[in-house]
């Protein structure tokens, strides 16, 4: 075979055989095992340009404090407990969201790319101490997520209402 037949062969193939692994769910991680509220925080962002924190700047590593894993969190006006809820709702509607866990005071989510069915993490708190919904949204795999956590909190902030209205 020649050279340009072998490229061509390799070209055609790699997708394919990406496509297959993500379908069969080789690309989707393991959820972290430290998931969840520690006193008061929410797990670090990632080292790596792959995920976005409300807390980045309470973890006292410079590294997790970096300018792109900090991210404003959502802003409530009156219940806690409500704007959980309200939250709840609007992720249940989401593409490729999918509720992991929920307590009065925290969601969990999973968020699953429709071809390759690469998994985020995201996690969302209704912090009593400057109420407010803290959050953490990383991918599982992978250095560099293309902005994909910033832009999908980016699109729910442009959503939410903090007065539920």
């Given amino acids: 075979m020649r050279n340009i037949e ?15 692994a993500g379908q069969w769910g080789l690309l ?3 959820a972290p095992a430290n998931l969840g509220v520690h ?7 990632s080292r790596t340009p ?9 973890w006292p590593d410079g590294d997790y404090a970096s300018a792109y894993a900090r991210i404003e969190p959502l802003p409530v006006r009156g219940d806690g407990g409500a704007a959980i809820a309200r939250l709840h709702r609007l992720l249940a509607a989401w593409p490729g969201a999918h ?4 307590r ?21 708190w209704f912090d009593p101490a400057t109420h407010a919904i803290q959050l953490r949204s990383a991918s599982r ?14 699109a729910l902030r442009a959503k939410w209402d903090p007065a539920g209205a």
Wanted: glycine share 6%; proline share 5%.
């Fill in 6 to 20: 072998v490229v061509i062969i390799v070209a055609l193939l790699v997708p394919v055989l990406l496509l297959a």
């Fill in 28 to 30: 989707a991680g393991r």
């Fill in 39 to 45: 006193d008061g925080k929410l797990k670090p962002p």
């Fill in 50 to 58: 792959n995920s976005v924190s409300s807390q980045a700047a309470l």
């Fill in 99 to 102: 509720i992991v866990e929920q």
């Fill in 104 to 124: 009065p005071d925290y969601l969990r989510v999973e968020f699953r790319t429709r071809l390759l069915r690469f998994t985020d993490d995201a996690e969302f």
């Fill in 141 to 154: 795999l992978g250095r560099k997520d293309f902005g994909v956590n910033r832009a999908r909190i980016e």
